[in-house]
């Protein structure tokens, strides 16, 4: 068997929407995975048709679901993740999991301060109403056009959202915007450890859903730690 690979997805779309990724991986040469986050349906259908599945999980929950499917498997894999999945990657890389990670559009840790209005704006269908903690929330297109289509055209982004795209846990964002107010927060993400594998960082400039400057200043957290870490710009790509 090839080297283990884990895709961690973010909010908003479902596991298999790393299809693609499997596929191209596994022709590479690695064993390539794509779990689900806690009790997530096993199927776009099934998640729409039951939302309440993943309704109140937060950071830690899903951190440590990956961290115990890691744990079981033969060697220490590269872990991959978007968007949140990029949030939990530096997690599990802090906190000793896996071999290498690749965060691509890493939604804020704790000691991030940037808050751009279009990151504002892309967070608002969960943040904007404060009952939406303890439930899972839904795009609709023309939110998803914003938050992750806004660099590709709208039939794509329409085409997109109607094949991947998923009710989550609002949860992790409200977590994710107080983190900076929080003295435990679980947004906080072991930046100084040292003997980790190495992460990179990567960004869209044309994101809505996490900036660019917001990525730059997650990269300045790394700056007292002497382990691997390197970040790459994608001019033009959004979210």
Same mark, same amino acid.
């Given at each position: 068997?090839?080297?283990?690979?884990?895709?961690?997805?973010?909010?908003?779309?479902?596991?298999?929407?790393?299809?693609?990724?499997?596929?191209?991986f596994?022709?590479?040469?690695?064993?390539?995975? =794509?779990?689900?986050?806690?009790?997530?349906?096993?199927?776009?259908?099934?998640a729409r048709?039951?939302?309440?599945?993943?309704?109140?999980?937060?950071?830690?929950?899903?951190?440590?679901?990956?961290?115990?499917?890691?744990?079981?498997?033969?060697?220490?894999?590269?872990?991959i993740g978007?968007?949140?999945?990029?949030?939990f990657?530096?997690?599990?890389?802090?906190?000793?999991n896996?071999?290498?990670?690749v965060?691509?559009?890493?939604?804020?840790?704790?000691? +991030? *301060?940037?808050?751009?209005l279009?990151?504002?704006?892309?967070?608002?269908?969960?943040?904007g109403?404060p009952?939406n *903690?303890?439930?899972a929330v839904? *795009?609709t297109?023309k939110?998803?056009?914003?938050?992750?289509?806004?660099?590709?055209?709208?039939?794509?982004?329409?085409?997109l959202y109607?094949r991947?795209?998923?009710?989550s846990?609002?949860?992790?964002?409200?977590?994710? =915007?107080? =983190?900076n107010?929080?003295?435990?927060?679980?947004?906080?993400?072991?930046t100084?450890?040292?003997?980790?594998?190495?992460?990179?960082?990567i960004?869209?400039?044309?994101?809505?859903? +996490?900036?660019?400057?917001? @990525?730059?200043?997650?990269?300045?957290?790394?700056?007292?730690? @002497?382990?691997? @870490?390197?970040?790459?710009?994608?001019?033009?790509?959004?979210?």
């Amino acid at each position: 068997m090839g080297k283990p690979v884990i895709f961690i997805h973010g909010l908003w779309l479902h596991a298999s929407s790393w299809q693609p990724w499997i596929e191209l991986f596994t022709e590479a040469g690695y064993d390539p995975v =794509a779990p689900g986050w806690p009790n997530e349906p096993g199927t776009v259908a099934e998640a729409r048709a039951n939302p309440d599945a993943v309704a109140g999980l937060g950071i830690d929950d899903i951190t440590n679901h990956f961290a115990a499917i890691i744990a079981a498997l033969p060697e220490p894999p590269i872990i991959i993740g978007h968007s949140f999945g990029g949030l939990f990657v530096e997690k599990l890389i802090g906190e000793g999991n896996g071999a290498a990670g690749v965060a691509i559009d890493p939604a804020q840790i704790k000691g +991030v *301060l940037p808050l751009p209005l279009a990151q504002l704006r892309a967070g608002l269908p969960a943040l904007g109403n404060p009952a939406n *903690l303890h439930k899972a929330v839904q *795009l609709t297109p023309k939110e998803f056009r914003f938050g992750f289509g806004n660099a590709v055209d709208e039939a794509e982004s329409a085409a997109l959202y109607e094949r991947w795209v998923i009710p989550s846990p609002a949860r992790p964002l409200f977590q994710a =915007a107080a =983190a900076n107010f929080v003295l435990h927060s679980q947004a906080k993400v072991n930046t100084a450890n040292e003997t980790r594998g190495p992460l990179l960082l990567i960004s869209g400039t044309a994101d809505h859903t +996490v900036p660019d400057v917001v @990525t730059r200043s997650t990269f300045k957290q790394y700056r007292d730690s @002497t382990a691997i @870490t390197e970040l790459k710009h994608f001019e033009g790509r959004g979210h």
